[in-house]
């Protein structure tokens, strides 16, 4: 009877020992790295099996037991995953408790339109495409906000995601972004501004970020047409001109273009166009609502991107002269 004892305490510590090293040996792969994409709701013994379908050359059954034994596997978190070799069921286990994901980007610049902002999402690293087949209203429908129109409506910014997220996903998280920058803003906003709501705020800071060469001169520029508001005079700004234009805009702008009437023609019309030309950033939205203390009505490019103002327009011919004409 004891040496029966004394074997199964033996045949035990084998086992254990076993079970010891294999949690610490590196996992067997059949390449150099092994992917995985766990989905929510997805349950232990379903992410062991995925595991081996995904290069892990280990059983599943293994990998669950581990998974079950740890008391941890009603932890495993839902994300995009990669281990290399080396990696152990040890580590492997700890990597999705912590979701420690692997993660891609997508940056949305300042100053892009929708339709450069599209074209990002489909060039995107391991995102999954979901709305590429629906128009620009489907797709703010799609994020709740039917009826509203997609220009400058998403925050530019470097968006981190898991791999195989969708993009509306991506999107939704833009969108909300702007929405509370551009709250906040509001919120915060100087006193007297010739605004009746937030979205002539970001209309204005779209035209705002179109329209600044160098940082140091964004809360003039802004000032320029805070102050033609004021007045009633057109604000007169081609960034307005050729986003009208569209697909017809051939890189040059012509007099026909300033004289041809649109709604975002700011030539022809006085105010403010109906949307948002592009996605104005931070220092944009905070220069439109809170403006220079300046009376200048006119600027012009001094060719360094930097801008010359002047508060008449004598002062602005003289301005046009020195730094266009060379004269």
Do not use: C
Not at 92 to 115: A, C, P, S, T
Not at 228 to 255: A, C, S, W
């Amino acid at each position: 009877m004891k040496r029966l004892l004394l074997l199964v305490l033996i045949l035990a510590a084998a086992v254990g020992g076993t079970v010891a090293w294999w949690l610490h040996a590196p996992l067997r792969l059949a390449g150099p790295t092994a992917e995985l994409s766990i989905e929510p709701g997805t349950s232990p013994r379903e992410v062991a099996q995925a595991w081996v379908n995904a290069g892990v050359q280990e059983p599943a059954l293994w990998l669950y037991e581990w998974f079950r034994w740890s008391g941890q596997s009603r932890q495993i978190r839902a994300g995009s995953y990669e281990i290399q070799a080396g990696a152990t069921p040890v580590t492997l286990l700890d990597k999705m408790v912590r979701g420690d994901e692997v993660l891609e980007q997508l940056r949305l610049i300042d100053g892009w339109n929708f339709h450069q902002l599209r074209a990002a999402l489909v060039k995107a690293p391991s995102l999954k495409l979901t709305t590429a087949e629906l128009s620009d209203a489907q797709l703010m429908e799609a994020l709740g906000a039917p009826s509203v129109a997609p220009e400058g409506r998403f925050f530019p910014d470097t968006y981190a995601y898991s791999r195989g997220v969708s993009d509306l996903t991506v999107l939704k998280r833009a969108y909300k972004a702007m929405q509370h920058r551009l709250e906040a803003a509001w919120a915060q906003r100087a006193e007297g501004l010739p605004l009746k709501n937030m979205d002539e705020a970001l209309v204005l800071a779209s035209i705002v970020e179109k329209e600044t060469g160098a940082a140091a001169d964004r809360s003039l520029v802004a000032a320029v047409f805070v102050n033609r508001l004021r007045i009633g005079m057109p604000l007169q700004t081609d960034p307005t001109v050729i986003y009208g234009l569209g697909e017809g805009f051939n890189g040059n702008l012509h007099k026909r273009d300033l004289q041809a009437d649109t709604a975002y023609n700011t030539y022809t019309r006085a105010g403010l166009p109906p949307t948002p030309i592009a996605m104005p950033g931070a220092a944009s939205l905070q220069a439109a609502l809170h403006p220079a203390a300046s009376r200048a009505l006119y600027f012009v490019s001094r060719g360094d991107g930097s801008s010359e103002f002047s508060e008449d327009l004598a002062a602005h011919n003289r301005a046009v002269n020195k730094y266009v004409r060379k004269q």
